[in-house]
């Protein structure tokens, strides 16, 4: 399931308007290095792989959306730092990708 989140996700950033091209490139780069953490951790923590996914679509629909809400954004970036917290012994790399994504959604929330 958090495959088909990532897909959908990585669908409507390409979709997004008002977003710039170097800005476009690099979350689809940072999405899809996401896309390989997650899989991987899918096998061992499906259930936290779903939360990851779920709140970085829901992160993303909040920062590119025409009519921002920075409350639902802050809301939805906290929610993805939470859950990759207690992961960086194990998941380093997956923990500097969510880090990159939470900068980057939060800069163009503003």
């Given at each position: 399931m958090s495959m088909a989140r990532m897909e959908k996700l990585e669908a409507k950033l390409k979709d997004a308007r008002?977003?710039?091209e170097g800005t476009r490139t690099?979350?689809?780069?940072?999405?899809?290095s996401l896309r390989?953490?997650?899989?991987a951790l899918?096998?061992?923590?499906?259930?936290?792989?779903?939360?990851i996914a779920g709140?970085?679509?829901?992160?993303?629909?909040?920062a590119i959306r025409t009519e921002r809400n920075p409350a639902l954004l802050k809301l939805a970036l906290d929610g993805l730092s939470v859950s990759v917290k207690d992961m960086e012994a194990g998941h380093p790399k997956l923990v500097n990708t969510v880090n990159g994504?939470?900068?980057?959604?939060s800069d163009l929330g503003i």
């Amino acid at each position: 399931m958090s495959m088909a989140r990532m897909e959908k996700l990585e669908a409507k950033l390409k979709d997004a308007r008002g977003l710039d091209e170097g800005t476009r490139t690099e979350l689809l780069a940072l999405l899809e290095s996401l896309r390989g953490d997650i899989g991987a951790l899918d096998a061992e923590h499906g259930d936290r792989a779903e939360s990851i996914a779920g709140f970085a679509g829901a992160a993303t629909h909040e920062a590119i959306r025409t009519e921002r809400n920075p409350a639902l954004l802050k809301l939805a970036l906290d929610g993805l730092s939470v859950s990759v917290k207690d992961m960086e012994a194990g998941h380093p790399k997956l923990v500097n990708t969510v880090n990159g994504i939470c900068t980057m959604l939060s800069d163009l929330g503003i």
